[in-house]
C-alpha cells in the first residue's frame, strides 16, 4: 500500500525524523485558512500517489494566505500522471540549501533492507544512478545483526558530507528511518529530497512510503489511510470481493491461475497485439465460487471486449476448473467472448467437458499464444 507524502511524513514524525508543520486542505479555503494558522510562506503541495509532482506544479510556494488560496485552486483538479489532485498538504516553506537523497527498500534479490544514500538529491535517482552512479551508496543492512551505528556512518562519510553537525543529523536520521521502516513493515521508505537549511538544519521535506500490503493486519492505523475514495473504483470492488486484480487500460480481460502465469498472459497478448484490460490472479484452486468472482470483477470494466481465461494445471486439475467455468457461467451473465486455454494436470478431460457443454461464446484453445491471438481478434 503506498501513502500520500502527508501521511508518510507523520509516521516519519512518530519515530523523531524532522519534517515542517503541516495541514491537509481539500478546497481553496481550507488551504487558506491552514496558511494563516501555519503564518509565513508556505508551500502547496498537490497529495497524489505519484512522483515528479515538481515537474508537473503540483508543488508551489505561496506568500500570504491569498496567495496560498490561489496556488490550491491552481492545483486542484490538476492531472498528474493520471492522477487527479483532490487534496493538498500545506506546509511551513523551508528554505533550502543543499538537498540530499536518502531511502531504504526492501532488496528481495540479497533479502536485506538497502540504503541509498546521494549528497545529490532532488532530482530522480535514477538518474544519479545513471550519470553518477559513484555518487550514489548503497548499503546492505544484515537484518538478523540489525542495524549498527556504523551503518549511518559508512553512508553519510561515503557520500561526502563534510559537515560535522550535518553528519551527526543524517545519520541519526539514518538510524530513525531504519526503525520507522522495520516497525511499520515498508517496502520503501524514501525521503528525496532530504534537505539542509542555510542555518544547517537537516529535514524530511518529502515522503515516499510503502507499507507490505501483508502486514498490514499488523498495523490498523496505517491501515486506516487508505484512502477508498482515490482508489480505482473497480480495484475498489475486487478488494471487496478478495479478488487480486490490478486495473489495466486495453480490452482483453486477463484471467489467469497463479500470478506468475498472469503476468505471462499479459504479456502474451501484448505479443499477440492487444492491449490487457486488466490483470488478474484466480490463486490456486479453481471452484465456481472464485470464477464468478473474477469474472464479475473483469466484466465490471465495460472497456472489456472479451476474455482471456489462462489455465495450467498443478496441484488443480483442469477439470475441476472447467466446472467451475461452467457453472460460473451459469450463475452469471457474461456478454462478452471467453477463450480458454486450458494446459497441464487433466487438460484433456477438461476440454472435452468444455468442448460436451459447449456454451455460446466460449472459445477453447490448446496453445496459450493461439487463445491470445483469438482473444485479441475478438476485442478488435
Ligand atoms: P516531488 O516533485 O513529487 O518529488 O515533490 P517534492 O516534495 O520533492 O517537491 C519538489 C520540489 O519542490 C523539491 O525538490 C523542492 O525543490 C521544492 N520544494 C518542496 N518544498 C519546498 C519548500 O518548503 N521550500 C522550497 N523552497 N522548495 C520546496
Ligand atoms: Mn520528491
Known amino acids: ?100 537523497y536518502l531511502s531504504v527498500t526492501f532488496d528481495r534479490g540479497a533479502k536485506q533492507p538497502l540504503f541509498m544514500f546521494t549528497t545529490q538529491g532532488g532530482v530522480e535517482i535514477e538518474e544519479v544512478a545513471a550519470n553518477d552512479p559513484d555518487a550514489l551508496v548503497r548499503l546492505h543492512v544484515d537484518p538478523l545483526e540489525g542495524f549498527q551505528p556504523w551503518v549511518a556512518r559508512r553512508l553519510v562519510y561515503g557520500a561526502g558530507v563534510e559537515d560535522p553537525s550535518e553528519q551527526k543529523q543524517i545519520a541519526d536520521i539514518i538510524g530513525k528511518l531504519y526503525r520507522c521502516f522495520v516497525e511499520c513493515d515498508a517496502m520503501l521508505a524514501e525521503i528525496n529530497p532530504l534537505i539542509v537549511t542555510p542555518e544547517g538544519e537537516v529535514k524530511a521535506l518529502d515522503s515516499k512510503f510503502t507499507v507490505d500490503d501483508s502486514a498490514l493486519y499488523r498495523h490498523p492505523d496505517i491501515a486506516e489511510f487508505r484512502d477508498t475514495t482515490a482508489a480505482d473504483p473497480f480495484e475498489a470492488f475486487a478488494r471487496e470481493k478478495g479478488v487480486i486484480y490490478v486495473k489495466l487500460d486495453g480490452s482483453v480481460g486477463i484471467l489467469g491461475n497463479g500470478a506468475g502465469l498472469a503476468m505471462s498472459t499479459v504479456d502474451v497478448v501484448v505479443v499477440a497485439g492487444g492491449k490487457p484490460a486488466n490483470f488478474c490472479d484466480l490463486g490456486g484452486g479453481g471452484s465456481a465460487e472464485g470464477v464468478v468472482d473474477a469474472l464479475e470483477v473483469i466484466t465490471r470494466d465495460p472497456q472489456v471486449r472479451s476474455i482471456f481465461f489462462n489455465i495450467f494445471g498443478g496441484i488443480t486439475r483442469c477439470d475441476e476448473v472447467a466446472r467451475g467455468i461452467l457453472e460460473a457461467l451459469e450463475r452469471l451473465e457474461v456478454a462478452v467472448p471467453i477463450v480458454v486455454r486450458l494446459d497441464g494436470t487433466n487438460a484433456e478431460e477438461g476440454r472435452q467437458i468444455l468442448a460436451d457443454a459447449a456454451p455460446a461464446n466460449l472459445h477453447v484453445s490448446p496453445t496459450m499464444l493461439d487463445a491470445a491471438r483469438v482473444a485479441v481478434e475478438l476485442a478488435a
Open 1 to 100: 500500500m503506498d501513502l500520500y507524502e502527508y501521511q508518510g511524513k507523520e509516521l516519519f514524525a512518530r519515530f523523531g525524523i524532522p519534517t515542517s508543520e503541516g495541514r491537509l486542505a481539500t478546497n481553496p479555503a481550507e488551504a487558506r485558512a491552514a496558511a494563516e494558522e501555519i503564518g509565513g510562506q508556505v508551500v502547496v503541495k498537490a497529495q497524489v500517489l505519484t512522483g515528479g509532482r515538481g515537474k508537473a506544479g503540483g508543488v508551489k510556494l505561496a506568500g500570504d494566505p491569498d496567495d496560498a488560496e490561489r496556488k490550491a485552486e491552481e492545483i486542484l483538479g490538476l492531472d498528474i500522471n493520471g492522477h487527479v489532485v483532490r487534496k493538498l498538504w500545506i506546509e511551513d516553506a523551508s528554505e533550502i540549501a543543499k538537498e540530499y
